[in-house]
């Protein structure tokens, strides 16, 4: 079982297992990288988002580039204020030519209207003030290396791993302790990134002022950089590209019953890239033989968000152990593939979050009905809205 990179890593480990080690496997909102192939295609009201083999790199990429301005986009969204350098990201962006627009709100519409386009749910508009200051940058930094087999002391796109920092943004040397623990108490990722080319001197990067611009717009000039390692205009995308697809799901799951939750209100891990996609991969790779089960969930985000409107993701992921667990041990059939439609919490008279019922969360059905039911054959896969 396994959330997000982990949910990813669980279903690589189940494309690797060719001697019957996994009995089941369950993952919620997984960064799957399913490899491309023309015959698969994702349906969605209208929307046709066809197989390109996108990775998680490429995804993060948009949300940095884009996310902090679209998220200017609508002042009743939360953390729309939160920006503070959204309004200079536009305007660098609409310089270079990457939005249309002469006044914010026309530019923050159309970097929203790019990530629509790109393969974002429109549920998740709201998450994106939230989900564009959380800034993936150092994620996709990390990663980057990860494909070009380099260290993480290596200078990639003008950027550098940040030990330290002050309330300026100026980096600090660590003391032995720091620099032994900071892998450990930061997780898989770098905790900070200093922009090295920052006008008037290397700085974090969320601070960062790009030369080509002058204005602090969250370092756009490196974030354009990571962006280019892959389509081919430096010097290493050749190895990056083989590093990526290295990384790449086949959709070979070797008939092993597996059950993919994502959240409909997902603005880091995009549904359609990643689980809808791997569905469609997955059909034309086994066929009649695939026991792929998804299941995707209305009102269910990557990250935090507004508890009113949102329900908890944990409880559609133990729900999922326990619903393969009497698959596996009782020979309980799971239900098809189909979208769960919740309820959200709502407030209580005095503002507080109401406690999640019964009748905001049900199970997935047995027999959905056409409305919810996620049809998928030989690639094509058709989400009712």
Same mark, same amino acid.
């Given at each position: 079982?396994?959330?997000?990179?982990?949910g990813g890593?669980?279903?690589?480990?189940?494309?690797?297992?060719?001697?019957?080690?996994?009995d089941?496997v369950?993952v919620?909102?997984?960064?799957?990288?399913?490899?491309?192939?023309?015959?698969?295609r994702?349906?969605?009201g209208?929307?046709?988002?066809?197989?390109?083999?996108?990775s998680i790199n490429?995804?993060?990429?948009?949300?940095?580039?884009?996310?902090?301005?679209?998220?200017r986009?609508?002042?009743?969204?939360?953390?729309?204020?939160?920006l503070?350098?959204?309004?200079?990201?536009?305007?660098?962006l609409?310089?270079?030519?990457?939005?249309?627009?002469?006044?914010?709100?026309?530019?923050?519409?159309?970097?929203?209207?790019?990530?629509v386009?790109?393969?974002f749910d429109?549920?998740?508009?709201?998450?994106?003030?939230?989900?564009?200051?959380?800034?993936?940058?150092?994620?996709?930094?990390?990663?980057?290396?990860?494909?070009?087999?380099?260290?993480?002391?290596?200078? $990639?796109?003008?950027?550098? *791993?940040?030990?330290?920092?002050?309330?300026q +943004?100026?980096? /600090?040397k660590?003391? @032995?302790?720091?620099?032994?623990?900071?892998?450990?108490?930061?997780?898989?990722?770098?905790?900070?990134?200093?922009?090295?080319?920052?006008v008037?001197?290397?700085?974090?990067?969320?601070?960062?002022?790009?030369?080509?611009t002058?204005r602090?717009?969250?370092?756009?000039?490196?974030?354009?950089?990571?962006q280019?390692?892959?389509?081919?205009?430096?010097?290493?995308s050749?190895?990056?590209?083989?590093?990526?697809?290295?990384?790449?799901?086949?959709?070979?799951?070797?008939?092993?019953p597996?059950?993919?939750?994502?959240?409909?209100?997902?603005?880091?891990?995009p549904?359609?890239?990643?689980?809808?996609?791997?569905?469609?991969?997955n059909?034309?790779?086994?066929g009649?033989?695939?026991? $792929?089960?998804y299941y995707? *969930?209305?009102n269910?985000?990557?990250?935090? +968000?507004?508890p /009113?409107?949102?329900? @908890?993701?944990?409880?559609y992921?133990?729900?999922g152990?326990?619903w393969?667990?009497n698959h596996?041990?009782n020979?309980?059939p799971?239900?098809p593939?189909?979208?769960?439609r919740?309820?959200?919490?709502g407030?209580?008279?005095?503002?507080?979050?109401?406690?999640?019922?019964?009748?905001?969360?049900?199970?997935?059905l047995?027999?959905?009905n056409?409305?919810?039911a996620?049809?998928?054959?030989?690639g094509?896969?058709?989400?009712?809205?």
């Amino acid at each position: 079982m396994g959330r997000s990179s982990g949910g990813g890593g669980a279903i690589k480990g189940a494309e690797a297992d060719t001697e019957g080690y996994f009995d089941g496997v369950v993952v919620f909102e997984p960064a799957i990288n399913p490899v491309a192939n023309p015959k698969v295609r994702v349906q969605r009201g209208g929307m046709t988002y066809q197989s390109a083999g996108k990775s998680i790199n490429d995804y993060f990429a948009m949300i940095a580039v884009y996310m902090p301005c679209a998220g200017r986009a609508d002042p009743t969204w939360p953390g729309h204020a939160n920006l503070v350098n959204g309004d200079n990201l536009c305007a660098s962006l609409r310089e270079k030519g990457l939005v249309t627009g002469n006044t914010v709100a026309e530019q923050a519409r159309d970097a929203t209207r790019i990530l629509v386009q790109y393969g974002f749910d429109p549920e998740s508009l709201w998450e994106f003030p939230t989900n564009g200051a959380a800034d993936p940058l150092p994620s996709m930094h990390a990663i980057a290396n990860a494909y070009l087999q380099t260290g993480v002391e290596r200078v $990639l796109c003008d950027m550098t *791993v940040a030990l330290t920092l002050d309330a300026q +943004g100026q980096a /600090s040397k660590p003391s @032995p302790t720091q620099l032994a623990q900071m892998w450990v108490t930061t997780g898989t990722y770098a905790p900070q990134l200093l922009y090295e080319k920052s006008v008037g001197g290397p700085v974090a990067f969320l601070r960062g002022v790009s030369p080509s611009t002058g204005r602090a717009d969250y370092s756009l000039d490196a974030k354009l950089c990571m962006q280019a390692l892959k389509a081919g205009s430096l010097q290493e995308s050749a190895k990056y590209r083989a590093g990526e697809l290295a990384a790449g799901n086949s959709g070979d799951l070797h008939g092993k019953p597996t059950i993919i939750m994502h959240g409909r209100e997902d603005s880091r891990v995009p549904a359609t890239l990643t689980s809808r996609m791997y569905l469609g991969l997955n059909s034309v790779v086994e066929g009649d033989n695939s026991r $792929l089960h998804y299941y995707e *969930v209305t009102n269910v985000a990557h990250v935090g +968000g507004t508890p /009113s409107r949102l329900i @908890p993701q944990a409880y559609y992921a133990y729900h999922g152990l326990d619903w393969m667990w009497n698959h596996l041990k009782n020979g309980k059939p799971l239900p098809p593939s189909q979208v769960i439609r919740t309820t959200p919490r709502g407030t209580n008279v005095d503002g507080t979050v109401r406690d999640v019922a019964l009748s905001n969360v049900p199970s997935p059905l047995q027999t959905p009905n056409a409305a919810n039911a996620i049809a998928v054959s030989d690639g094509v896969v058709l989400i009712p809205d």
